[in-house]
């Protein structure tokens, strides 16, 4: 279900609670539209590029106690159709963050390494660490996305055929699912945001890619390809998320035809994930603060 706002009492109204999912039951991709600004006071250009700089400066404030802290990680997994703006999104709303606090993983088609292992090895070697943000652009739920739409992608996984069966993808599901349980108990914030663009305004990006000398290099053909299987896609995405949304590991729905505004929410859940762990920087017993003065005081004295 898609949840509501939390109450002003409880929690401030936060633009990206409408887009928040904690359980699949009776979800519907139709529920959330591609094109919608709702929720949001905010109109024009001008004012999201203000609006975002604000959200910015408050998150490098969270990022710098998180890091400082050393307690909790934060995983931000981006999943979208092609030219939703995954990579914008990442570069404008992760804009202020200390570089030596974040980490960015984009998974592409897997290596014969990868191959030899199974589907959520890798992921495991790009989760950050303790005091940090990971980003995976694209992650381990392509095994539930693109390998579902093309199944042949999975003889080259060279899995035991007996246990390729029609069960597989409600077996991926649950793997993920206490693949994520296990990260929250191990101090690992789960934060996962599909971008949901619509084919119309796919294809307005599309032509402005081709038509424009300077954006060709963002074009390819198998991005046409892909294209094609549009509603299978469609149904692969909302299966995942009815499968793997969960309270501590939801799913933000976020719509992506208005740049401005996919930014904006992404950011809003970025800055109220980490602002619900209460983040502080460490306190200083007696026994270093006495040492501290004494190193004061030694550099008073030369």
Known sequence: MVSSPTPVADHQHRLSHPYRITSGDGFQLHQIDPGSTDHTQISDKHAAEAALANGVERMAELQDKLYAQDRWALLLVFQAMDAAGKDGTIKHVMSGVNPQGCQVSSFKAPSALDLDHDYLWRANQCLPERGRIGIFNRSYYE????????????????????????????????????????????????????????????????????????????????????????????????????????????????????????????????????????????????????????????????
Do not use: C
Request: glycine share 0%; aromatic share 10%; proline share 4%.
């Open 143 to 302: 095994e539930t996305l693109v390998v579902r739409v093309h199944p042949e992608l999975l003889a080259r996984q060279t899995i035991p055929e007996v246990l390729v069966d029609h069960d597989i993808w409600q077996h991926r599901f649950r793997d993920i699912r206490h693949y994520e349980d296990y990260l929250s108990r191990n101090g690992v914030v789960v934060r996962k945001f599909f971008l949901h663009v619509s084919k119309q305004e796919q294809k307005r990006r599309f032509l402005e890619r081709l038509e424009n000398p300077e954006k060709n290099w963002k074009f390819s053909a198998a991005d046409i390809r892909e294209r094609a299987h549009w509603d299978a896609y469609m149904e692969a995405y909302e299966q995942m998320i009815r499968h793997t949304a969960s309270e501590h590991s939801p799913w933000y729905v976020v719509p992506a035809d208005h740049k401005w505004f996919t930014r904006l929410v992404v950011a809003d859940a970025v800055i109220d994930a980490l602002e619900s762990l209460h983040l502080a920087y460490p306190t200083v017993n007696d026994q270093a603060r006495r040492a501290l003065a004494e190193a004061h005081q030694q550099l008073l004295n030369e």
